[in-house]
């Protein structure tokens, strides 16, 4: 299947598949433990990946911070909710009791060529992010989804459609169990790509049948989290145009194997 155009630059740039580090390789061997760190996203840049997967919060003081879960307790040295927290208080705490929670303004400074998917986690963070993209001018470089419909639906409000947007799970049902590829656009015209997993259950969600209906209509096809070799190859068969994956060693042999990688001149090894 040929990947569609979608109108947005961020997803309409030339390279066969779209490789995302989720949190900026998670769960590579040298840097498990800091995800969502500065040195897990410079991890991955030194890869060669040039799309990075995170998620935001708010500070109480109204900092937009990346990280994934909504208390600093899993993942630091400290405990608490981030969105009780001011800055200043989350800044002590460290990720594998080595890296700071880094600021989603720290991250496109960091990384002034990458390419942002971000997870609205938080209502709190609708805004901020809204604000943020505006005030930096990044809207070619971030494509932002939810699992909350009202978040998205929010967001898409603020940002008057010059960001691209993950389809909602509802959004995503459609195309899923309506035939009619031009009937689910018309039911949700507002997605760029539809971001699913495999499997849901014993249903599977990423069909080659979904696959085509969305490319029908102008939409991209990202699953996530994929982090074995045979799991991969089986969905670049089947047509998707993105993989979301904690392992992005893995990810990326798999890439360069089938000659799929975005950038071949870069270093492979």
């Known amino acids: 299947m040929d990947t569609p155009r979608t109108g947005f630059a961020y997803l309409d740039d030339p390279g066969p598949v779209l490789a995302f580090a989720h ?74 009791g080595r890296e700071s929670v880094p600021t989603l303004a720290d991250l496109v400074d960091a990384f002034p060529e990458a390419r942002f998917n971000i997870d609205l986690k938080s209502d709190g963070a609708v805004s901020a992010l809204a604000e943020l993209i505006a005030e930096r001018e990044l809207w070619d470089r971030v494509l932002v989804g939810s699992f ?27 195309f899923r169990f309506v035939p009619s590829a031009r009937l689910a656009a018309l039911l949700s015209p507002a997605s760029a790509a539809l971001q699913v997993p495999h499997r849901r259950g014993r249903i599977t969600i990423a069909t080659t049948g979904l696959i085509r209906r969305a490319h029908a209509v102008g939409r991209h096809v990202h699953v996530w989290t994929i982090d074995e070799a045979e799991e991969m190859h089986e969905l670049l068969e089947r047509g998707v145009d993105g993989l979301f994956t904690d392992r992005t060693d893995i990810l990326k042999s798999v890439l360069v194997e089938r000659d799929q990688w975005r950038d071949q001149g870069r270093e492979t090894t």
């Open 148 to 174: 909350s419909p009202r978040r998205t639906r929010r967001f898409r409000a603020l940002t008057g459609g010059r960001v691209p947007t993950a389809a909602t799970p509802a959004e995503i049902a459609l």
């Open 23 to 96: 949190r900026g390789g998670a769960y590579h061997p040298e840097i498990e433990g800091l995800e969502n760190t500065l040195a897990a996203f410079r991890h991955a840049v030194d890869l060669g990946y040039d799309y990075l997967e995170t998620d935001v919060h708010v500070t109480r003081d109204g900092v937009l911070l990346a990280f994934h879960d909504t208390v600093l307790d899993r993942v630091t040295d400290h405990r608490g909710e981030i969105a009780a927290l001011t800055h200043a208080e989350v800044r002590r705490a460290l990720v594998g």
